[in-house]
């Protein structure tokens, strides 16, 4: 029989910690808010009609992702060798050949020999490709618009100018 005699100490609860920081802390915001730009700038593309109807039945379904767009970001327009490509995007070159694998099923990159190593092959964009890279830079357009109409054009400018000097900032402290 448990002991309720006023000798006997009742447990308080721990304190719980304010775990608030986790859900508003920098780089959760800013991630969130890539997620959403990447995501905006998909939806333009689905409705863009200079986007090939098949890439834009893709997108509007959801089967082009932000990793998709890794290759629209980081692939040069003169072509670049895959290990090149994943560095630039800060993947792994076994992730970016499945990206480009499945580009190229799509008709987006094309895969040729590298003229300057012949063991080597470079990744290109097709003309189908180009008209994607288009879309993508109309997309971002139309998305940052957005942004600085909702943010307002004095945060907006204030935030790409912070970011900027963050992401060109030294990462070996």
């Known amino acids: 029989m448990p002991d309720f005699s006023p000798a006997a100490p009742l447990a308080t609860p721990a304190p719980v910690p304010d775990d608030r920081w986790r859900q508003t802390h920098l780089g959760r915001l800013m991630g969130s808010a890539?997620?959403?730009?990447?995501?905006?700038?998909?939806?333009?593309?689905?409705r863009n009609v200079e986007v090939p109807l098949a890439l834009?039945?893709?997108?509007?379904?959801?089967?082009?992702?932000?990793a998709h767009v890794h290759i629209t970001r980081h692939l040069a327009l003169k072509?670049?060798?895959?290990?090149?490509?994943?560095?630039?995007?800060?993947?792994?070159?076994?992730?970016?050949?499945?990206?480009?694998?499945?580009?190229?099923?799509?008709?987006?990159?094309?895969?040729?020999?590298d003229p300057l190593d012949a063991r080597?092959?470079?990744?290109?964009?097709?003309?189908?490709g180009l008209a994607w890279l288009q879309a993508f830079r109309d997309a971002v357009a139309q998305a940052e618009a957005e942004f600085r109409a909702e943010v307002g054009h004095d945060v907006a400018t204030v935030v790409a100018i912070g970011l900027e000097a963050y992401a060109g900032g030294d990462t070996g402290a």
Not at 80 to 99: E, H, I, P, V
């Open 34 to 46: 890539l997620r959403r730009f990447d995501a905006r700038v998909l939806q333009l593309m689905a």
């Open 56 to 66: 834009s039945n893709l997108a509007a379904r959801d089967q082009v992702t932000a």
């Open 79 to 113: 072509g670049d060798r895959l290990t090149d490509l994943a560095q630039r995007a800060g993947m792994t070159k076994q992730a970016m050949a499945n990206l480009v694998d499945q580009c190229e099923a799509w008709g987006l990159v094309t895969r040729e020999a």
């Open 120 to 128: 080597a092959r470079r990744v290109y964009f097709t003309p189908t």
